[in-house]
């Protein structure tokens, strides 16, 4: 038994990395892994910077602490599916049509995804003999990515390409695993991805703030509560946040106290904020096994293909660089775990990108706290607001739910879509061969939601 829900992906491929929740429910442990793509060490002033991969390490270093399988069989389907071919979902055939610009810059890109001048269209099957090949080695010896003669052959196709990545930095690369942030709500801890994982740390502040207010509050005052934390939020990120997402100073979300202390629930009070340029997209995936061992990750290479060059001979994008070519890393998944019982309550990630803090926060408030059911959590009207411009962002298309009570209160809004798509998973117990779990993939994307096995 378990449950799966992944999000609309967009091409987080090897070339990226990530961050993880993970949850051990017989070790008691509920820990971060981070291998987000970092800045080369030649990428300052570069023409284009490129991020270090950590994928590959951090999927290892993620299989070698909790997983069961032999690290061979994981690998064995995709590169059957790169070799033999699979047909183009949806999913990835709405990505294509939006990068199709991008991809047609480079020649290698073209060649793969535009034959014949036109993006891969839905059911088109499609073969990646190059990736293929990665796959293999990567499925044989997994540590020849980063040091050796493969290592060595990746640093000349990122020369080649325009890149910046040195055999030094790929060495380098080491995946990180610490505590999370937590959250205390009543009997559970609500856990989230440290800095970098900027969209994990702005959420993280934001449900400290609300966790003791958002199911008191009136139904026509949450979008204007909503709007007013994340308002907040956002300023705070210029105290803490350095370009790559890290933090200066130690970050600290287990409080909310300070954040609302001004709050005026009938008035509109701006802040001051830097304008946010956050890296998207991301890719997301949450899984509950039927142990009740949890985990939930997003996967990015800071844009929908990266920087949109490919390396040839490898089927891979080159990751853009934090903090140089991109914004910091908007994404961070969530948690929530009984300690008392150990069990998983609630996981979620974001699509990832400045709307994903506030759309997972939403989400959560309304599942986890107010009582709403979380299909209609998932799909209920998005509001957004990053401080800087000093607007309320509403999500187009949905009647424009809230404007009234916003405009009333003294905000500036606008209709406008809102890109962040959440998937989530909610338990009452915790196991999902109790039958007690439900699974929602967003309905504004593509993703996928689905129980394996039966109660």
Known sequence: YFTLAVTQPSTASLGGGGVCLVHDKKKKVTEV??????AGSTATGARLATGVPGAVRG?????????????????????RLARLGTPVSR?????????????ANDPIARQVFLAGGRPLAEGQTFEQHDLAS???RIRRAPGDFYT???AQSLVTA?????????????????PNAGPALTVRHGDDLIHFAPPPAVGGAVASRMVAALEGRWAAAAVDERPHLLAETAARAFAERGQWMNPDGSARAAFYSGSGKGMLDAYDPARHQPVQADRPNDAVPASSFVVLDADGNGVACNVTTYGLFGTGRMLAGTGLFMAAASGVTSGPPAVGPVMVINPTVQELRFAAAASGGVTGAPALTQVLLDAQIAGVKLAAAVAAPRIHHS?????????????????GALAQRGHQDKAVPLP?????????TGRPNFGKCEIVADPRGFGMAVMVGKD
């Not at 070698?64 to 995709?78: C, D, M, P, Q, V």
């Not at 962040?420 to 009452?428: F, G, T």
Request: net charge negative; charged share 20%.
């Open 33 to 38: 892994i981070d291998f987000l793509p970092r």
């Open 59 to 79: 999927f290892y270093a993620l299989h070698a602490k909790y997983g069961k399988f032999r690290w061979e069989s994981l690998l064995a389907e995709g590169e």
């Open 91 to 103: 999913a990835f055939a709405a990505d294509l049509a939006v990068g199709a610009r991008l991809l």
């Open 134 to 136: 990665v796959y293999a």
């Open 148 to 150: 050796g003669v493969f």
């Open 158 to 174: 990122v020369d080649n390409a325009g890149g910046t990545r040195t055999t030094a930095d790929l060495a380098n690369m080491r």
């Open 387 to 403: 401080g800087n411009p000093d607007v309320a962002f509403i999500e187009e298309g949905t009647g424009e739910a809230g404007a």
């Open 420 to 428: 962040s798509r959440v998937n989530a998973l909610q338990c009452a």
